[in-house]
């Protein structure tokens, strides 16, 4: 019996051993972590794509976090509000921006999180952080795209 249970352990430490080096493989990848005083986290991910930049902001709230009875919906909407323009980029100025980029774009809102991701050349970085960071902070909420997008 003594032998079985040994027997046992010694099968089982190099099956623990494998699954703890599958878990360290999660994601592969080598990154840099920097917290900012504002909350925002900005993980940077080296590629051996030197001249692309694939950007993904996520906002950590989604349709979990819509408590009101009978009311929800506000995090697509919202979510959709983003690409309406801003203060400083209208909505048809922030499309040719993104087209003179290359730039292919996308969102979506999940129950814990809305996600805006955008793959461009990184010449266009500047301007397009730029852009990102005025919709984050000076979102316009003109009447007709509220009307338009609550339909």
Do not use: W
Request: with cysteine; aromatic share 12%.
């Amino acid at each position: 019996m003594r032998l079985i249970i040994i027997l046992s352990l010694l099968i089982c430490v190099p099956v623990m051993a494998l699954a703890q080096q599958k878990s360290r493989k999660l994601f592969p990848y080598n990154y840099t972590t920097d917290d900012f005083p504002n909350g925002l986290r900005l993980i940077t991910v080296p590629t051996d794509y030197p001249n692309l930049v694939a950007l993904y902001i996520v906002v950590q709230t989604g349709s979990r976090n819509e408590v009101e009875p009978g009311k929800s919906g506000f995090a697509h909407f919202f979510e959709h509000m983003m690409f309406r323009g801003s203060e400083n980029y209208t909505a048809d100025q922030r499309e040719a921006i993104f087209k003179r980029a290359g730039a292919e774009t996308n969102a979506y809102t999940s129950d814990d999180r809305t996600v805006y991701h955008a793959t461009f050349s990184k010449d266009d970085l500047d301007e397009i952080m730029k852009m990102e960071a005025d919709r984050f902070i000076r979102l316009k909420y003109a009447l007709p795209e509220f009307q338009t997008e609550s339909l």
